[in-house]
């Protein structure tokens, strides 16, 4: 479908704003797992203030590293080891997360941090694990490099301020951050299937319909404490 309104003679200068548009809504859809993860990884921290700026730093280190990612991405693609480490790094994520004790004040489990140096890195190396993902499948959609750049961009810049939403709404809802580690665990467990066997693969559909479902179970229970 995509490829026939690009081959279209009526899409005279609309091929480029379209597929911007594409990879601009891709980025957003893939990135509600992510936003999830690092709002996570980010209430480790003491303090909004201190919260705030994990996020600004580390999206700001893991827009340098996604670059690169863009930049690299197909010699990357050729090493399926790269996809095996960041499998490995998602599910250590998830099993760190449900294998840890809650911190019965703020009701958080995972990780937690005494500095905001610890926490920087956490999160630009999770955002890059998560791109492995979704540059891969961006590439696919197009082979012009300065629209998955400007894609890539506006995808880091919207994951900054969905990832402080999740901050708060992590608070509000007892299901959501179970819920966005499991979609964590899923885009994981799609990486080591790519590795070891690209054919086995689920479509992109099937993975999103999955990861909607498992987000309205998340949004599902308002939790009765208050808020911060």
């Known amino acids: 479908m995509l490829d026939q309104v690009l081959n279209s003679p009526f899409n ?37 203030q201190l919260q705030r700026r994990a996020l600004n730093f580390g999206l700001a ?6 670059i690169t990612l863009i930049l690299t991405a197909t010699w990357v693609v050729k090493f399926w080891q790269f996809e095996l480490l960041g ?8 099993f760190e997360y ?6 019965e004040q703020h009701h958080h489990h ?16 999770t955002d890059l694990a998560f791109s492995l993902d979704s540059v891969t499948t961006a590439i696919a959609i197009s082979d012009e490099i300065w629209l998955v750049l400007a894609g890539g961009t506006i995808g880091v810049i919207t994951l900054r301020f969905m990832a ?8 509000e809802y007892l299901h959501l951050e179970d819920a966005g580690y499991i979609t964590v665990g899923l885009i ?17 559909w099937s993975m999103i319909a999955i ?9 599902s229970k308002r939790s009765e404490l208050p808020h911060e």
């Open 12 to 48: 005279i200068g609309i091929e480029a704003p379209l597929v911007l548009l594409i990879l601009v809504a891709l980025e957003a859809v893939l990135s509600a797992d992510n936003a999830i993860a690092l709002a996570a990884i980010a209430r480790g921290l003491e303090g909004s």
């Open 164 to 171: 402080e939403l999740f901050i708060r709404w992590l608070q």
């Open 110 to 125: 995972g990780l937690n941090f005494t500095s905001l140096w610890q926490a920087i890195p956490m999160i630009a190396v």
């Open 98 to 103: 449900f294998t840890s004790d809650e911190d």
């Open 211 to 219: 990861i909607a479902l498992v987000f309205v179970w998340g949004f």
């Open 87 to 94: 499998a490995a790094y998602l599910l250590w994520l998830v």
């Open 188 to 204: 994981g467990l799609r990486l080591l299937v790519r590795a070891l066997n690209p054919e086995l693969v689920p479509p992109e």
């Open 61 to 66: 280190a893991a827009y340098v590293l996604r």
